[in-house]
C-alpha cells in the first residue's frame, strides 16, 4: 500500500483536485497542502451538497482525516479562520483536527493593495491574478523580509518587525503605484487577533510529517493550481508564485522527495484557463460554449468565467515529465457529451511552419497554432456512471486515445462533481 501519494493538478487549474481528493480520502489518514494559498478554490459535493475550500486541505469533510498547512502555503490568518468558522457552522469539527507550519509565509493586507495596484499597473498586461496577494507574499519570503506564522508568538517583536517592513511597502505603495497606504496598527491587531483563532493548531508540521511516516500513517498531498501555472515550468510570467508541480511537495511540506510513492495528476477531459496568458486550444465557437456552459466554468475563488478549449496533449505530456506523473485521474468527461466531434492537440505549429511537440519558451508559445486529431463524438450521457463498461464506445475510445498521446495510464474517471460519480479502474494506493 502506497504511504505518501501526491495529487496535483497536470493543467491551468480547477481539474477537479478537491473532488478527488475528497474521494480517496477515505483511506487517508493526513492531508497536506504545501503550495499557493486561498488563491485555490477545490470544490467538493457530497450527497449533492457542495463545499468550496480555499485554504483547508479537501479532507476536511471526513471526521477521521486530520489536515497539515504545509510550510510552503503562503497563510492569510484572516482567510483561514473565515475557512474555519463556515466549516464550523456547517457542523464540522475544524481546530482539533488542523495542523498549521509555524514556518508558513504570511500573507497581510498590505500584500493584497500591492497585488491590486500591481495588476492595475501593469493595465492590458495584468497577469488576471486573484488578487489573494500571494505574488507579493512569496516575494517577501524569498527576499527574507517576510513574516512567518512563528512571528505572532511574540505579539510586541512581531509588530515591530510589521512597522519596519511597512515602511518599504507603503512608501512603494503611495510613491510608486500612487495608491493609498495601508494602515499599519490596525493591520497589527487585525492579524495577531486572527492568528489567535487558530493559534492552538500551530505546531512544527515537518516533524509531524516524519512521525507520521515512520508510523505508516496514510498521506495525501494535495496540490493547488495546474502545473502549467508553476513559477518555474508554467508559461511565465502568466503563473502563479509557487511550485505547483511535484518538486513543490518536498520543499512545501519538508517530505524528502525518495518518501514520495505516487504522483496522480488530474486532468480535465478538455482545456480551461481563468486569468491571463497563452492557451493554444483556445475556442471562441460553440463547442467552447458548450464546455463552458455545460462545464460550468465559473472560477470558485473568483467567479470569474473560465476560458474553454480542447485538450492539450502536449502541455499535459509536459506536465507528466516535469511531475513524474504516475497516473491520470481523467475528470469532467461528461462535459463533452452531446458534440459530434472531439478534438486532441497533439502537437504545435510554429509561425514558420514547423510542427514540434513540446512547449516553445517566452512569447513564441503565445503564437503557436494548435495542430488537432478529430475523434467522432457521443450522444449518449456518460453523467455519473460507476463502470467503464457502461461507456459509449467512442466515449472509450476517447479517453484511450488521450492515454496514448500523453503517455500515462488512466487510473480515475470522473463523471460527475459528487463523490460517487467516479470510476476506479486502478486505486492510487497500489494495492487494496
Ligand atoms: P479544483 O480547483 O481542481 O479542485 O477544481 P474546481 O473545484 O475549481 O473546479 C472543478 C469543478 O468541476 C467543480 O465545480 C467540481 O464540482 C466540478 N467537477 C469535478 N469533477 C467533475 C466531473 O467529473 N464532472 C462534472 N460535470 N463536474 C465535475
Ligand atoms: P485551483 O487550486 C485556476 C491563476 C490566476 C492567475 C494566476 C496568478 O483552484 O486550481 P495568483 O492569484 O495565484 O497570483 O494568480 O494563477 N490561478 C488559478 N487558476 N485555479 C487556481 O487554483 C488558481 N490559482 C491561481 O487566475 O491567472
Ligand atoms: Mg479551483
Same mark, same amino acid.
Given at each position: 500500500?502506497h504511504?505518501?501519494l501526491v495529487?496535483?493538478?497536470?493543467q491551468?487549474?480547477?481539474?477537479?483536485?478537491?473532488?478527488i481528493?475528497d474521494?480517496l480520502?477515505e483511506?487517508?489518514?493526513?492531508?497536506?497542502?504545501y503550495q499557493?494559498?486561498h488563491?485555490?478554490?477545490?470544490t467538493?459535493?457530497?450527497?449533492?451538497?457542495?463545499t468550496?475550500?480555499?485554504?483547508?486541505?479537501s479532507?476536511?469533510?471526513?471526521?477521521?482525516?486530520?489536515?497539515?498547512?504545509?510550510?510552503?502555503?503562503?497563510?492569510?490568518?484572516?482567510?483561514?479562520?473565515?475557512e474555519?468558522?463556515m466549516l464550523?457552522?456547517?457542523?464540522h469539527s475544524?481546530i482539533?483536527?488542523?495542523h498549521?507550519?509555524t514556518?508558513?509565509?504570511?500573507?497581510?493586507?498590505?500584500?493584497v493593495?500591492?497585488?491590486?495596484?500591481?495588476?492595475?499597473a501593469r493595465g492590458?498586461a495584468?497577469?488576471?491574478?486573484?488578487?489573494?496577494?500571494?505574488?507579493?507574499?512569496y516575494e517577501?519570503? /524569498? +527576499?527574507?523580509?517576510?513574516?512567518? &506564522?512563528? @512571528? *505572532?508568538a $511574540?505579539?510586541a517583536?512581531?509588530?515591530?518587525?510589521v512597522?519596519?517592513?511597512m515602511?518599504?511597502?507603503?512608501?512603494?505603495?503611495?510613491?510608486?503605484?500612487?495608491?493609498?497606504p495601508?494602515?499599519?496598527e490596525s493591520?497589527?491587531?487585525?492579524t495577531?487577533?486572527? /492568528? +489567535?483563532?487558530?493559534k492552538?493548531? &500551530?505546531c @512544527? *508540521?515537518v $516533524?509531524?510529517?516524519h512521525?507520521?511516516?515512520r508510523?505508516?500513517k496514510i498521506?495525501l498531498f494535495?496540490g493547488?493550481?495546474?502545473?502549467?501555472?508553476?513559477?518555474?515550468?508554467?508559461?511565465y510570467?502568466?503563473?502563479?508564485?509557487?511550485?505547483?508541480?511535484?518538486?513543490g511537495?518536498?520543499?512545501g511540506?519538508?517530505?524528502?522527495?525518495r518518501?514520495?510513492?505516487?504522483i496522480?495528476?488530474i486532468?480535465k477531459?478538455?482545456?480551461?484557463?481563468?486569468?491571463?496568458?497563452?492557451?493554444?486550444?483556445e475556442l471562441?465557437?460553440n463547442a467552447g460554449?458548450h464546455l463552458?456552459?455545460?462545464?460550468q466554468?465559473?472560477?470558485t475563488?473568483?467567479g470569474r468565467g473560465?476560458?474553454?478549449?480542447w485538450?492539450d496533449?502536449v502541455?499535459?505530456?509536459?506536465?507528466?515529465?516535469?511531475?513524474?506523473?504516475?497516473?491520470?485521474?481523467?475528470?469532467?468527461l461528461?462535459?463533452?457529451?452531446g458534440?459530434?466531434?472531439v478534438?486532441i492537440?497533439?502537437?504545435?505549429?510554429?509561425?514558420?511552419g514547423?510542427?514540434?511537440?513540446?512547449?516553445?519558451?517566452?512569447d513564441?508559445?503565445l503564437?503557436?497554432?494548435?495542430?488537432?486529431?478529430?475523434?467522432p463524438?457521443?450522444?449518449?450521457?456518460?453523467f455519473?456512471?460507476?463502470?467503464?463498461?457502461e461507456?459509449?464506445?467512442?466515449?472509450?475510445?476517447?479517453?484511450?486515445?488521450?492515454?496514448?498521446?500523453?503517455g500515462?495510464?488512466?487510473?480515475?474517471v470522473s463523471?460527475?462533481?459528487?463523490?460517487e460519480q467516479?470510476?476506479v479502474?486502478?486505486?492510487?494506493?497500489g494495492?487494496d
Open positions: 500500500m504511504q505518501s495529487i496535483l493538478g497536470s491551468w487549474g480547477d481539474e477537479g483536485k478537491g473532488k481528493v474521494l480520502t483511506k487517508v489518514d493526513y492531508v497536506i497542502r499557493g494559498g488563491n485555490a478554490g477545490h467538493l459535493v457530497v450527497d449533492g451538497k457542495k468550496a475550500l480555499h485554504l483547508i486541505p479532507g476536511i469533510l471526513r471526521p477521521h482525516v486530520r489536515c497539515v498547512i504545509g510550510n510552503g502555503v503562503v497563510l492569510s490568518p484572516e482567510a483561514l479562520t473565515e474555519i468558522r464550523q457552522e456547517r457542523g475544524v482539533d483536527r488542523l498549521v507550519s514556518n508558513c509565509p504570511l500573507i497581510l493586507q498590505v500584500h493593495a500591492l497585488d491590486r495596484a500591481r495588476e492595475t492590458n495584468k497577469i488576471g491574478t486573484t488578487g489573494r496577494g500571494i505574488g507579493p507574499a517577501d519570503k /524569498v +527576499s527574507r523580509r517576510g513574516l512567518r &506564522v512563528a @512571528d *505572532t $511574540d505579539p517583536g512581531f509588530s515591530e518587525k512597522r519596519e517592513l515602511e518599504y511597502h507603503n512608501f512603494t505603495l503611495t510613491n510608486w503605484y500612487r495608491a493609498k495601508v494602515d499599519v493591520m497589527i491587531e487585525e495577531l487577533e486572527a /492568528v +489567535s483563532y487558530f492552538t493548531a &500551530v @512544527d *508540521t $516533524d509531524l510529517i512521525r507520521c511516516r508510523n505508516g498521506m494535495e493547488a493550481q495546474g502545473s502549467l501555472l508553476d513559477i518555474d515550468h508554467g508559461t510570467p502568466f503563473v502563479t508564485s509557487s511550485n505547483t508541480t511535484a518538486g511537495v518536498a520543499t511540506s519538508g517530505l524528502g522527495p518518501y514520495i510513492d505516487s496522480l495528476g486532468t477531459a478538455y482545456a480551461t484557463r481563468v486569468g491571463s496568458g497563452p492557451m493554444p486550444t471562441f465557437d460554449k463552458a456552459v455545460k462545464g466554468e465559473v472560477g475563488t473568483t473560465r476560458r474553454c478549449g485538450f496533449a502541455a499535459v505530456r509536459h506536465a507528466i515529465e516535469v511531475n513524474s506523473i504516475s497516473g491520470i485521474c481523467l475528470t469532467k461528461d462535459v463533452l457529451d458534440l459530434s466531434e478534438e492537440c497533439v502537437a504545435y505549429e510554429l509561425p514558420d514547423n510542427v514540434v511537440d513540446y512547449l516553445p519558451g517566452g513564441e508559445y503564437r503557436v497554432r494548435p495542430v488537432y486529431e478529430t475523434l463524438g457521443w450522444d449518449e450521457t456518460t455519473g456512471m460507476t463502470s467503464l463498461d461507456m459509449p464506445k467512442a466515449a472509450k475510445q476517447y479517453v484511450e486515445r488521450l492515454s496514448r498521446v500523453v500515462a495510464p488512466i487510473d480515475i463523471t460527475g462533481p459528487d463523490r467516479t470510476i479502474i486502478s486505486t492510487p494506493f494495492v
